[in-house]
């Protein structure tokens, strides 16, 4: 059965849209955090800074932007949208793992390099996962080590049950099936080996939860202080994360609001071809054909179904600049030469690099269209209706 490449990137692979300005982008991912901060002209570029821009910012060039974008779709509602929108929560749970993550930080660790594992105990392990005989990516500590609390119920279901009861020192077979829903799409449902080691069972002392322990590791001086200002942390995270969720929300309900006549071709075209060249790359750097790559890791049989798949997302991609185009046409929005240089440094700032590698990663639409996305989002979502 053939399977959809679960978001293959487009914006990653091929643009490098909004997702790699960090600051002004949509997401920047852990397990358990999602959060997006907008950058506009707001976001504190000086006359000194600014001045270092090396690109002329023309306002005939952003005219031309939205003119060759706009035309394509014919706009739906997208003032006084109504959404479900984000409440943020503060548990006293939360606070708790605030302050065991904060004594975690200052434990004291002994190596207990005898004894057989149980549930409760922390192991460092390595291990190596393969299906069908193939190690896959992410499924190797590469010999690092990993400490894992067993029981924890981090690793998949049957894992770390599979681990306890064993020695210190052994190595044996853990056989496991990735659920069906699991994130990495081209592992779900799988059958999987993974070879485990058992290094050593850690025996983690943790500091007492005192004033004192707090006045010297932190700079709160009581841990009802310290608890406090976890809270705020806490909440004003929480509060970033609903404001994107929010942000995406409305955005993704103007989009689907839009009628789209056509797509402009020969740019889908073009975007297909660069994420093929790129896995093209990929798979000659590992010694094998893009086919053997899609099959592997992807079970796409051809690379005309990969193509297809691809097109399927450029227009998708796509979709939500056109419709961003048509607003910032349809209600005269204007930028400044202060707004767009506000965007680059925050890609400078973000990504850690020089405006000589931005300049070549970005060209002068691409940062336009940044800037006036951020611009079209705070417009509707200013406008919108939460319920």
């Known amino acids: 059965m053939k399977k959809k490449l679960n978001k293959l990137g487009l914006v990653v692979a091929l643009s490098m849209s909004l997702s790699l300005l960090g600051g002004c982008g949509k997401d920047n991912n852990d397990k358990k955090d999602n959060i997006e901060t907008t950058a506009t002209a707001s976001a504190g570029v000086d006359a000194s800074t600014a001045s270092n821009a090396t690109r002329e910012f023309k306002e ?23 959404y479900n929108a984000e409440t943020v929560e503060v548990t006293d749970d939360m606070v708790k793992e605030r302050v065991e993550a904060l004594r975690n930080t200052f434990a004291v660790e002994d190596k207990i390099m005898e004894g057989t594992t149980k549930n409760g105990d922390t192991v460092n392990i390595d291990y190596v996962g393969s299906i069908d005989g193939v190690e896959f990516q992410g499924g190797s500590t590469n010999g690092a080590g990993f400490d894992l609390v067993l029981g924890s119920g981090r690793f998949i279901e049957g894992m770390e049950e599979q681990i ?29 080996l993974f070879k485990v080691t058992i290094n050593y069972i850690v025996d983690k002392k943790l500091p007492e939860y005192t004033d004192a322990f707090i006045a010297s ?26 404001d994107n969720t929010n942000r995406n929300t409305v955005l993704q309900l103007v989009v689907d609001n839009a009628k789209v006549e056509s797509y402009p071709e020969e740019e889908i075209t073009k975007l297909v071809e660069k994420v093929v060249a ?61 707004e767009i240089t506000a965007i680059e440094e925050k890609i400078i700032l973000n990504n850690a690099i020089d405006r000589e590698t931005m300049e070549s990663q970005y060209s002068m639409d691409d940062i336009i269209y940044f800037t006036i996305s951020e611009k079209v989002n705070d417009f509707i979502v200013d406008q919108a209706v939460a319920k």
């Not at 031309?64 to 706009?70: S, V």
């Not at 051809?302 to 798949?309: A, C, G, I, M, R």
């Open 60 to 82: 005939e060039d952003y005219k031309k932007l939205l003119d060759n974008w706009a035309g394509y779709c014919t706009l739906g509602e997208y003032k006084k949208i109504e």
């Open 164 to 192: 306890e009861n064993h020695k210190v020192g052994e190595t044996f077979d853990v056989n496991v099936t990735f659920p069906t829903e699991y994130h990495v799409e081209e592992l779900a449902g799988k059958d999987a």
């Open 217 to 242: 590791n932190t700079d709160c001086s009581t841990t009802a202080e310290y608890e406090a200002q976890a809270r705020e942390d806490i909440k004003k995270l929480r509060q970033e994360e609903a």
């Open 278 to 338: 790129s896995y093209e790359e990929s798979a000659k750097s590992s010694g094998i054909t893009l086919e053997e790559l899609l099959k592997t890791y992807f079970q796409i049989e051809t690379v005309d179904d990969f193509k297809k798949q691809l097109d399927e997302q450029a227009r998708d991609f796509l979709k939500q600049k056109i419709v961003v185009c048509a607003i910032a046409k349809a209600e005269n929005m204007t930028l400044t030469k202060e």
